[in-house]
């Protein structure tokens, strides 16, 4: 009777371990599940981080290009004292920080007239600008280059046109400017898909471009300039300028999104002027 | 008493057995989420870098893996030659000419692309707009298939929807070839007007309206541009049609040298698909020297 209870042990003992066998081959599966879904993720956000540097160890604008679209829903739940919310236009801008001026809205037409520029194309297209503080004072002549190189003659005299006789005193600011065109507006300039916008906004800055960064099968494009003004003057003093410029573009089913940072390094603000700037990026949406 | 023990040998081996078989298991699967975690890594990160552009209502993508398009000198050195054509002094590698293919001489220069009689110039010598003549000695290589299509323009044709005015042609017909182009800019001279990326964009803007797609991973430092050019209400061998002639540049850099490499494909009736396959063979072995 002892002998057969001891025979019949012998299959549980094995039935046991079959069961432990199984249970690890699930447990090592779900590990590998479990990793792989992780590996993708880690991989999956990386690419979605958008960082592009200025040159010469200058600061780098980071895009999270994953959270840029939102929807009407969520856009109604933000906190109008953080958020800026525009459902007419499809945006969101964070609102203007410390030290900032309001958001300013204008016309296309009325942002060229600034620089006495006549608008010819888009002209009723929305802008709107934040500003910090007061502006750099720049003197340039015909003699200023631009990346080492001299201005062209033609803008001299388009310069020359808009301000008269040289020395011309041109104001910089950090600034953020965001530019909506409609798609409707801007397909009979022969605007077609984002990339067209992205070539008319920027192929005339062919010096000045040092990064693009256009992510395949994304909605949206970084372009990083950088434009070294030599043989300018600052508070009256000769100077050596650089402005750095990313702009950020996006679309939506019924417009382009032109999102533009400029910093002046030797501005001599704080930093907490750039770190604004990457908070205005960090939370521009735009609704879909 | 001897089955006893027999049976508890026996049984003591089942249950060792089994342990073993744990352990087996619990080592496959350690192993195998290791193994799965690192091929998904590798396999998102190889996908990142291969950027394939297809051409509007076709199926077929032109791709350029990114992560192969530079070569250090000694590999390229050890290139089989009956396959490659390895341009040392010009800083780059391009694929020996296919069958039905020609290759252009030596000494190419950019000023050359100007001469050609009744064939479709390339949008390359746009960039004299800019330039001027201050690229003229800049070299330039070509793979072309030898058989073009020839096009006929007629009363009502367009090019872009711009209509062609016929007074304006001076040869009857025009020659379309499929064909890569390229341009090895020395750094200098080049930087006089442009960046790298000032080069794509500008390449871009030539076609603006036709367009499709930028690509510029963030990882990487090329530039990849698709474009369409539509010729509509012409005569191909006779018969009214309409063509659309899709061009990719591919923008990259090397120690001394700027490359633009631009690809056009002209599709026709008739013609094999192994020209397709060429220009991708052709963007596959491109290779810039550091």
């Known amino acids: ?23 690890t081959v699930c447990g090592g599966l779900s590990g590998a599940l479990i990793s792989s879904a992780i590996a993708v993720y880690q991989v999956e956000r990386e690419n979605q981080q958008v960082a592009v540097a200025a040159p010469d160890g200058g600061e780098a604008l980071n895009v999270d290009t994953s959270t840029i679209i939102i929807t009407r829903q969520e856009a109604a739940g933000l906190d109008p004292e953080v958020y800026y919310v525009n459902l007419e236009h499809g945006f969101i801008l964070h609102r203007p920080l410390t030290g900032w001026d309001a958001i300013e809205e204008m016309t296309v037409e009325e942002q060229l ?93 062919a010096r000045q471009v040092n990064r693009i960064a256009a992510p395949e099968g994304s909605q949206f494009a970084l372009v990083q300039f950088t434009s070294t003004y030599e043989g300018v003057r600052l508070a009256g003093e000769a100077a050596r300028l650089t402005v750095d410029d990313w702009i950020l573009f996006a679309e939506t089913k019924a417009a382009y999104y032109m999102i533009e940072i400029s910093y002046t390094p030797q501005s001599g603000q704080s930093i907490q002027v750039w770190d604004n700037l990457q908070t205005y990026i960090d939370e521009f949406r735009v609704i879909e | 008493m001897e089955s006893e023990k027999e049976k508890q040998k026996t049984s003591s081996r089942v249950a060792i057995i089994g342990l073993i078989g744990t352990l ?31 051409a509007p ?25 009956a396959d490659y054509l390895v341009l040392q002094e010009l800083g780059f590698v391009i694929s020996q000419p296919h069958q039905g293919w020609e290759i252009s001489q030596n000494n190419q220069q950019y000023e050359d692309l100007f001469f050609e009689q009744a064939t479709n110039l390339s949008p390359l010598i746009l960039f004299s707009t800019w330039v001027d003549t201050t690229w003229d000695n800049q070299p330039v290589r070509q793979l ?78 090329y530039v990849f541009e698709q474009v369409s050019w539509e010729l509509n209400n012409v005569r191909v061998n006779g018969m009214l049609t309409d063509i659309s002639l899709e061009r990719w540049g591919l923008f990259a850099e090397g120690a001394d040298r700027y490359y633009i490499i631009e690809v056009q494909y002209v599709p026709a009736a008739g013609q094999s698909v192994q020209v397709w396959d060429d220009l991708q063979a052709y963007l596959d072995a491109f290779r810039v020297i550091e």
């Open chain 1, 1 to 23: 009777m002892a002998e057969q209870h001891k025979s019949s042990a012998i299959p549980t003992t094995a039935l046991i371990g079959l069961v432990g066998t199984f249970l």
């Open chain 1, 113 to 205: 007239a600034e620089d006495n520029i006549t608008c010819l194309v888009a002209c009723e297209q929305p802008v709107f600008r934040i500003r910090y503080g007061e502006p750099i004072e720049v003197e340039s002549d015909r003699a200023t280059t631009v990346n080492g190189h001299p201005i062209p003659d033609n803008l001299l005299n388009q310069k020359e046109m808009f301000y008269g006789q040289p020395p011309w005193r041109v104001p910089f600011y950090s600034q953020m400017i965001l530019n909506i065109f409609s798609k409707e507006v801007v397909q009979e300039l022969g605007i077609n898909n984002l990339a067209d916008m992205i070539l008319f906004m920027t192929s005339s800055f």
């Open chain 2, 57 to 81: 209502q076709s199926s077929q993508p032109l791709t350029v893996n990114t992560r192969q398009v530079a070569i250090n000198s000694s590999d390229a050195a050890k290139l089989d030659p």
């Open chain 2, 144 to 221: 072309r298939y030898t058989e073009p299509v020839t096009v006929q323009f007629i009363e009502g044709s367009t090019e872009n929807g711009i209509p062609v005015d016929l007074e304006d042609l001076t040869h009857e017909t025009v020659s379309f070839y499929s064909q890569m182009t390229i341009l090895a800019l020395d750094k200098d001279t080049a930087q006089e007007h442009f960046t790298l990326y000032g080069l794509a964009l500008a390449w871009g803007g030539l076609h603006r309206g036709g367009v499709n797609a930028i690509v510029a991973n963030p990882d990487s430092q």
């Open chain 2, 24 to 54: 087996l298991t619990a080592c496959g699967g350690v192993a195998g989420a290791l193994i799965g975690g690192l091929t998904t890594i590798y396999q998102s990160r190889l996908e990142a870098q291969k950027i394939a552009i297809a």
